[in-house]
């Protein structure tokens, strides 16, 4: 369709000698740019798997073409709340025995994983030649996907700092209870600090009602203007839920088993807010970003 329209405006406006107008519009049709966005939070535990599976699985169904970057270590992973048993990891691929696309495992709908929980030590430390070769196999993500979510650990260790100063969109995920709170400000308060972040989406998870979300978003967003210089953007809430624990213990995502669970219909929203954030708004070199920063390590 976008395709049909190009060729209609090349015949109206352009010299028909000019084939290079329709070309570049193919090639921008070909060749999206991949928003990487972390989901991360200060405290474990406060949804930030859940939000990654079932905003992957929610994107899919919109038609995007979705990667989850499975970055923690901790044991409750994507791969279990899928049901995926994935045999190969990143390190395979940093050790050269097997290719990206090799790695990358099918979930329900659609949705891709990369398990790279085994290999972040690695990544730190590339000779280069690993460096080159991993360059050049991931730079065909680019092309195959529109969105690359992150499931990181959650606190201020090296790692997750590393993946969310790799990614050019942070999520912070935040729960009602004060520890959650805290936590979820020092972490913004160190990426800000001492890494320059000044952008984060919050998505207040856990709550009763969406004017408690609204309520903990503003007491966050007062005390982060008071003493941080950073930017938060509200992206939505989700809704306490049993039959999200349901899904988790079916092993499935909640968008998935239970569509028109009330948390399901928080993240359907989320995810129109996500897409709904203006072109402009969005880092056109987050994908080159999340090469350099991600692989550039150590030179
Ligand atoms: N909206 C929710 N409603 C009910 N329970 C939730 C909700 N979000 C998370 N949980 C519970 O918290 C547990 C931990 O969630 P998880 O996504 O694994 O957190 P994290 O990845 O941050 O450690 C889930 O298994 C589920 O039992
Ligand atoms: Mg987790």
Same mark, same amino acid.
């Given at each position: 369709m976008v395709l049909k329209e190009a060729a209609k405006e090349y015949l109206n406006?352009?010299?028909?000698?000019? =084939?290079n107008y329709l070309m570049g519009e193919m090639f921008k049709i070909k060749a999206p740019q991949s928003r990487v966005v972390s989901i991360t939070s200060g405290?474990?535990? =406060?949804?930030k798997t859940n939000a990654v599976a079932n905003l992957a699985y929610a994107l899919c169904q919109t038609g995007k073409k979705v990667l989850i970057v499975?970055?923690?270590?901790?044991?409750?992973n994507v791969d279990i709340l899928f049901g995926l048993t994935p045999k190969y990891n990143l390190q395979h691929v940093i050790l050269g025995q097997k290719r990206l696309s090799e790695v990358i495992v099918s979930g329900p709908g659609g949705v891709k994983v990369l398990p790279?929980?085994?290999g972040v030590e690695e990544l730190t430390n590339l000779n280069a030649d690993q460096r080159k070769r991993l360059m050049a196999e991931f730079s065909h993500l680019d092309e195959a996907y529109d969105f690359i979510l992150i499931d990181t650990a959650a606190g201020i260790s090296s790692n997750v700092i590393y993946f969310n100063l790799a990614a050019a969109e942070i999520i912070n995920i935040v729960e009602p209870d004060p520890t959650s709170f805290t936590d979820a400000y020092a972490l913004m308060k160190v990426l800000s600090v001492k890494?320059? =972040?000044t952008d984060f989406k919050v998505v207040v998870n856990n709550v009763i009602s969406e004017g408690e979300a609204k309520e903990l978003f503003e007491k966050l967003k007062l005390v982060s203007s008071k003493f941080l210089q950073i930017n938060l953007h509200y992206l939505g809430y989700v809704l306490h839920d049993e039959k999200l624990k349901e899904a988790v213990r079916m092993q499935k995502a909640v968008v998935d088993a239970?569509?028109?669970?009330k948390s399901s219909r928080c993240f359907y929203q989320i995810v129109k807010n996500l897409c709904r954030?203006?072109?402009?708004?969005?880092?056109?070199?987050g994908f080159n970003k999340f090469l350099t920063k991600l692989l550039g390590r150590g030179e």
């Open positions: 406006k352009k010299p028909r000698s000019n =084939v405290k474990g535990g =406060v949804g499975d970055a923690d270590l901790g044991l409750a790279a929980s085994s890494y320059g =972040v239970f569509p028109y669970a954030i203006p072109k402009e708004h969005i880092d056109k070199q």
